[in-house]
């Protein structure tokens, strides 16, 4: 690290951190944070705006899925994640708890044969109930590994320290990187050269990428990697279309305030005047495009006007397009994998063949 690079120990939440904004040191005696780029909070309202008028003044009106994660947005997602009708959560847990041992295996045997380290890189940052798993299976299992939660948020990095330093103390040691997901990925490939990479995309984030931008992202992430180095990415399968549809719209209507806060959000930031209780929540299955649609439909014909945006006509029945939540098969597992530039190693599912974590090789 350069003289004129300024480190600070930040005590949050009981534990120290170290942060620095460039260069990463080798030293995990207190959870260190390297700032790669943050979020420019006027920089996303900017955008935030731009893609409003752009979404509400196409023909199919339409939002994109990011933005329902403000502070409110992402406890509402917090709970539907706890919810029984929204089945991902549990069915990747039952697969890393029952599976975790061989998974690890998977992912560093290779690295372990050659002497290496393993640098675990979490993709964003989780709450880390399913990462804590895989963190106990390689501290079975005597691995030799640093962790690297790399996240664009500041404060989500920071939470999950937190989380993993009051479970595992100095037993796990942890460097948070802020940054994007493939800037930080290329950082730390950079900087800890003599470690084996093992990136984790856990969830089912994948399928909010529709098909050629989930290829796009992974094949960047492939071309983050070093040759041989492993990613272990989770997939939402295809089943019983109704099963899905009770995933995404809950007898409690969690889902549903969670589709409406982008609506109140929006409002709270924009002065706009959205009526909430105008709008019906659905969710439905995309037969042609294999995947799951949410949509806030207008019950009535209104006018909303969001200042220094625009004044928008929606006729009674008009819907905004939320989000997509894309499905796969084995088959489509294996194609994405083949265009992304990867090489299957194994797919793991669970017990009810509903979800899967797949474990590829750059």
């Known amino acids: 690290m350069s003289s004129q690079e300024s480190v600070t120990m930040v005590e949050t939440a009981g534990f120290h951190a170290v942060y620095e904004k460039a260069n990463?040191?080798?030293?995990?005696?207190?959870?260190?944070?390297?700032?790669?780029?943050?979020?420019?909070?006027?920089?996303?309202?900017?955008?935030?705006?731009?893609?409003?008028?752009?979404?509400?003044?196409?023909k199919s009106k339409h939002l994109s899925s990011l933005y329902f994660y403000d502070d409110l947005g992402s406890q509402l997602f917090s709970r539907i994640t706890e919810l029984d009708e929204?089945?991902?959560?549990?069915?990747?847990?039952?697969?890393?708890?029952?599976?975790?041992?061989?998974?690890?295996?998977?992912?560093?045997?290779?690295?372990?044969?050659?002497?290496?380290?393993?640098?675990?890189?979490?993709?964003?940052?989780?709450?880390?109930?399913?990462?804590?798993?895989?963190?106990?299976?390689?501290?079975?299992?005597d691995v030799k590994f640093k962790f690297f939660p790399v996240d664009i948020s500041r404060e989500a990095v920071e939470m999950l320290l937190h989380r993993v330093h009051r479970r595992?103390?100095?037993?796990?040691?942890?460097?948070?990187?802020?940054?994007?997901?493939?800037?930080?990925?290329?950082?730390?490939r950079e900087n800890y050269a003599a470690g084996s990479n093992v990136a984790l995309f856990l969830g089912s984030s994948i399928g909010n990428f529709p098909t050629e931008a989930a290829r796009s992202f992974l094949a960047g992430v492939q071309k983050s990697l070093n040759r041989g180095d492993k990613l272990l990415i989770g997939f939402d399968l295809l089943k019983d279309p109704e099963i899905m549809r009770r995933a995404y719209s809950d007898r409690l209507g969690v889902t549903a305030q969670f589709n409406y806060n982008l609506l109140r959000r929006i409002n709270n930031e924009f002065n706009a005047n959205f009526d909430l209780g105008s709008f019906y929540h659905v969710a439905n299955f995309n037969v042609a495009l294999g995947g799951m649609e949410s949509w806030l439909i207008s019950s009535k014909d209104q006018t909303v006007v969001i200042p220094g945006c625009g004044t928008f006509e929606f006729n009674s029945f008009e819907g905004i397009h939320t989000e997509y939540s894309f499905k796969y098969t084995e088959k489509s597992i294996s194609e994405l994998a083949a265009?992304?530039?990867f090489k299957e190693t194994r797919l793991y599912r669970d017990r009810k063949n509903w979800f899967a974590d797949a474990v590829w090789t750059a």
């Open 339 to 341: 265009r992304s530039g």
């Open 86 to 141: 929204y089945y991902p959560t549990n069915c990747e847990a039952d697969i890393l708890e029952s599976s975790s041992n061989e998974i690890v295996r998977d992912l560093v045997d290779g690295a372990i044969k050659e002497g290496k380290q393993i640098n675990l890189i979490e993709l964003g940052a989780g709450d880390g109930r399913k990462t804590c798993v895989l963190l106990e299976a390689l501290l079975a299992n």
């Open 24 to 58: 990463g040191f080798d030293d995990f005696r207190k959870p260190a944070i390297t700032v790669l780029r943050e979020e420019d909070a006027e920089l996303a309202q900017a955008e935030f705006l731009s893609d409003l008028q752009l979404g509400l003044n196409s």
């Open 168 to 188: 595992f103390g100095d037993r796990v040691r942890v460097h948070g990187v802020v940054a994007d997901n493939l800037q930080g990925l290329s950082w730390i």
